[in-house]
């Protein structure tokens, strides 16, 4: 399971660069094109705020799996010695983290199925709109998937840690 999670989030990886790249040049490229008065890419604004949709989005799950986002790890501090008081904190944590994604997953799903039924289209790029909100939930899932992932390898951790401090 390893190995197809670290091997999707690779993927997922270098789609992100892929459009971190193709951000910075259509804006640079708009950016000069504007203050030379020599052309206008109209769609520029547009492109690179569904960009950084989608690397915000997507982001979330590289920094669960690289454990990255931002904690404060007071629980683990006061309670060194007591493993398994730190594994239900852990348990309690993860388990919101998971109730959340699925709330916002249901909720985000809801606006994307909306968009699509209607029919709307973004005003420049002509992109179906569904299709972009559907960058919340899919992001968010795989946010509490890799998330889970990785608090079960801490856990797995605490518990080895605990044995051998007994």
Do not use: N
């Not at 999670?5 to 040049?25: C, H």
């Not at 309690?92 to 909306?114: H, N, Q, R, T």
């Not at 179906?128 to 946010?143: E, F, H, N, Q, T």
């Amino acid at each position: 399971m390893k190995k197809v999670l670290d091997g999707f989030s690779k993927i997922i990886e270098i789609l992100l660069v892929i459009l971190m790249v193709a951000m910075v040049i259509v804006v640079f490229l708009a950016t000069v094109g504007r203050y030379s008065h020599l052309y206008s890419i109209a769609w520029s604004e547009e492109f690179s705020r569904y960009c950084m949709v989608a690397i915000v989005y997507l982001g979330l799950m590289l920094a669960s799996r690289s454990d990255s986002h931002f904690v404060v790890d007071v629980i683990p501090l006061i309670f060194r010695k007591k493993p398994t008081v730190v594994k239900v904190f852990s348990l309690i944590d993860a388990l919101a983290v998971d109730i959340f994604a699925v709330f916002l997953a249901y909720e985000g799903w809801v606006v994307s199925s909306k968009m699509i039924s209607q029919g709307k289209v973004s005003p420049m790029l002509k992109l179906p709109l569904g299709a972009v909100y559907l960058l919340v939930p899919i992001g968010i899932v795989l946010m509490a998937i890799y998330y889970t992932a990785c608090k079960v390898g801490k856990l797995k951790d605490i518990g080895a840690e605990g044995k051998e401090a007994e």
